[in-house]
């Protein structure tokens, strides 16, 4: 059955697996095991939210067996045979609302393939046209793909890479609906009805189509595939006809935009896009000030070391004169000082006010019991008290 397997999704699913358990170590020693915590929470999400799909599928869907619709239900156990399933899930049919669609989901062990009610209905005439679909879905649970994700997780949004593991789960899932069918064009078809809709599918001139994937070198259409979950339908139909057929290179400029574009899902790249300019933002609107309040701080603290001088000085000044001095020039001081700081004192309380390109540091004097005096830093005119440096403290002078 290693045929049914599209050749790079194992080394898609080792790369993925090793380093969403790399990421998943390092969350949880990085957060001294508080992501066990996110883990548990994000569990429990998961469980009301999946518990109610299920209960939506069993209370309003139709459970497929050999009193309900038999003749579906033989095409699914067929199926499951054909792929060497021996432990059968359970079949549901549910209302497609206009969607042509299926899908397969699990639920604390159970099984699911769920056939939407729209598809059954295109695929009346069509002999292999159900079993694709069962088939591809079967293909997910054969890989066990639904219960890798959470393993993988922490790095499938990385570009590139989350997106080609997702496109080549796809391509072996579309193995798995043509082993179903009784022919590659039977497949094909079936495969096509996604485009050409409920009844066109019937009429589709499969040369033309298939010729389509021309387009598909283009630089946009490279881009969305790279960004997207899923290949170009015209590329999956190619594939079910001949799983060896030749694929156009896709466009090399493509590759560089789709670097540094996360995979958003079955999304596609637009979103994609829109997610990374989302983060830049983010991160811009958090490190910008976070810089700016960095070298502020620098700034300042630099400040803070110049000046112990010019306080010293005041300190002794007051000490030896028992008043404060009229001016910085009385006190023997200079401003502005040779690296352009300036200085200002306010010589009916001596407090001090050292001028900087990023704002004003305040030196306010407090004379303990014992005549010895430390400084107050504060923050003046165009600073935050969050920009203080740390070194802006109470600092005693003898």
């Known amino acids: 059955m290693n045929e049914l397997v599209y050749p790079r999704e194992r080394t898609l699913g080792t790369i993925t697996l090793v380093l ?3 990421a998943w170590l390092a969350l949880i020693l990085g957060t001294f095991g508080g992501a066990l915590i996110g883990l548990a929470l994000g569990f429990l999400f998961y469980l009301f939210a999946q518990s109610a799909l299920i209960a939506h599928l069993k209370g ?7 009193s309900q619709f038999p003749d579906l239900y033989a095409q699914f156990t067929a199926c499951c045979d054909q792929l060497q399933i021996k432990t059968r899930p359970q079949a549901y049919i549910l209302n497609g609302n206009g969607g042509l669609n299926a899908f397969a989901t699990r639920f604390l062990g159970t099984q699911y393939v769920v056939l939407m009610s729209d598809v059954i209905d295109a695929m009346d005439q069509h002999t292999d046209g159900v079993r694709f679909y069962i088939g591809h879905e079967l293909g997910h649970l054969r890989m066990k793909h639904l219960s890798g994700h959470l393993l993988r997780w922490p790095v499938l949004w990385l570009p590139l890479l ?14 798995h609906g043509r082993a179903c069918c009784a022919s590659p064009e039977g497949a094909l078809r079936a495969l096509a009805a996604l485009s050409a809709g409920t009844e066109r599918w019937k009429q589709l001139d499969i040369s033309a189509y298939l010729d389509q994937i021309r387009y598909s070198s283009g630089f946009w259409m490279s881009f969305h595939e790279l960004t997207a979950g899923y290949p170009w339908i015209t590329k999956r139909a190619a594939r079910v006809m001949d799983t060896g057929a030749p694929m156009p290179r896709r466009n090399v400029f493509a590759w560089l935009l789709a670097a540094i574009t996360p995979y958003a899902g079955r999304l596609g790249g637009g ?3 829109l997610i990374m300019i989302y983060i830049a933002g983010v991160l811009a609107a958090i490190a910008i000030p976070a810089y700016h309040d960095y070298t502020t701080k620098a700034r300042l603290s630099t400040a803070v070391t110049a000046t112990e001088n010019a306080r010293t000085v005041l300190a002794n000044y007051y000490r030896a004169n028992q008043k404060t001095p009229e001016s910085l020039e009385t006190a023997g ?8 700081t300036r ?6 309380k001596m407090i001090l006010t050292v001028g900087t390109d990023r704002g004003d540091l305040v030196f306010t004097p407090v004379v303990d019991a014992e005549g010895l005096i430390s400084w107050d830093c504060t923050n003046g005119e165009g600073l935050e008290p969050a920009q203080l440096p740390a070194s802006c403290r109470s600092s005693q002078n003898d």
Do not use: F, H, K
């Open 162 to 175: 989350g997106a080609a593991y997702s496109r080549a789960r796809e391509s072996t899932c579309d193995r």
């Open 60 to 66: 309003n869907g139709v459970e497929l067996s050999e």
């Open 343 to 348: 200085l200002a004192l306010d010589a009916e």
């Open 333 to 340: 001081i200079r401003s502005p000082m040779t690296d352009g």
């Open 20 to 22: 969403g358990l790399l």
């Open 271 to 273: 979103y994609g896009l």
